[in-house]
């Protein structure tokens, strides 16, 4: 065999070994990608069903328990209506923090303000389950419990978008709405197991629901908080996010410039939404006033 043959030899041996080192490199950054999208599928839907349970939790609690905790000098059409505008404050509450943890999403990255939001949100409701009614600290009550409900609003706010972004960015950009609609899938579980937390206290515990049995669906929120953390801490920044603090291209103010540059997709959301929304909790939260 003449020399230049054995070269050849060599230099294909070479060239396969560096293409087989390159598709193993590349076959080991799909492996890491696919397990990186299903952490965040797990965390985002994980998340968001805590967040919502503690959302509709105050719901449920605003129907059943909180007029006469919280509001026991009304009559009881009147204490219903006080319960329902703390309810309310929630959601005036919610775009709220979808700018401010939009903002710091857009900025600082999602993980970081999804752990956030989580903390806001579980640490809100335990408090409501810790708070004193009326009865024991006065008009304090109350207005305590309508802060709280603005927190809780801030941080479901906060929550919702990013979950559904950080989800999306991790996934194939060719099915990214069907990524994207994973952390939605929380929504019905929050609902599913705030009413099933509320209703096995209810039958446990009997009359003594109305004064303290209440309160353990909000303070098992701090348990839930040990559960999303553990999720969402083994969770990476998205590659897309990464791309843009490399070359330098976050926003300075994201969410003013969203707003200047689609005002007209952002009031047709709100109102499509709406027609959505306002049937779905006056179903999930008045009905169980109006049934008892």
């Not at 065999?1 to 050849?8: H, I, K, R, T």
């Not at 309810?87 to 939009?102: K, L, N, Q, S, T």
């Not at 609902?191 to 009359?207: D, W």
């Not at 590659?239 to 969410?255: C, D, G, I, N």
Request: charged share 15%; hydrophobic share 45%.
């Amino acid at each position: 065999m003449s020399p230049d043959s054995n070269g050849s030899g060599a230099r294909s041996r070479a060239t396969a070994t560096g293409n087989g080192a390159a598709t193993g490199e590349g076959r080991g950054e799909e492996a890491t990608r696919r397990g990186q999208m299903r952490r965040a599928l797990l965390a985002g839907t994980v998340g968001t069903s805590i967040e919502w349970y503690d959302f509709f939790l105050y719901g449920t609690a605003a129907a059943l328990v909180f007029p006469s905790l919280f509001f026991p000098g009304a009559s009881a059409y009147a204490g219903t209506l006080a319960s329902f505008g703390t309810y309310a404050v929630g959601f005036a509450a919610r775009p709220v923090g979808a700018a401010i943890f939009g903002h710091w999403g857009d900025r600082i990255g999602r993980k970081a303000t999804l752990i956030s939001t989580l903390l806001l949100m579980g640490l809100a409701s335990a408090l409501i389950g810790i708070l004193p009614s009326y009865d024991s600290i006065g008009f304090w009550a109350p207005t305590l419990l309508v802060l709280l409900r603005v927190l809780q609003g801030i941080g479901v706010g906060g929550e919702w978008g990013g979950s559904v972004t950080l989800t999306m960015e991790w996934g194939n950009p060719r099915r990214r709405g069907f990524i994207a609609s994973w952390p939605q899938v929380g929504v019905p579980i929050g609902l599913l197991l705030s009413t099933g937390a509320v209703s096995l206290c209810s039958h446990l515990m009997g009359p003594s629901f109305d004064t303290w049995g209440w309160r353990i669906p909000f303070l098992a929120s701090v348990l839930l908080i040990g559960v999303g953390l553990w999720v969402r801490l083994g969770v990476l920044e998205s590659p897309l996010f990464a791309r843009e603090l490399e070359k330098k291209s976050v926003e300075k103010q994201p969410t003013l410039e969203v707003i200047k540059r689609n005002p007209r997709e952002i009031v047709l959301s709100e109102l499509l939404r709406m027609s959505e929304q306002m049937p779905f909790y006056i179903f999930t939260a008045f009905v169980l006033a109006y049934g008892t």
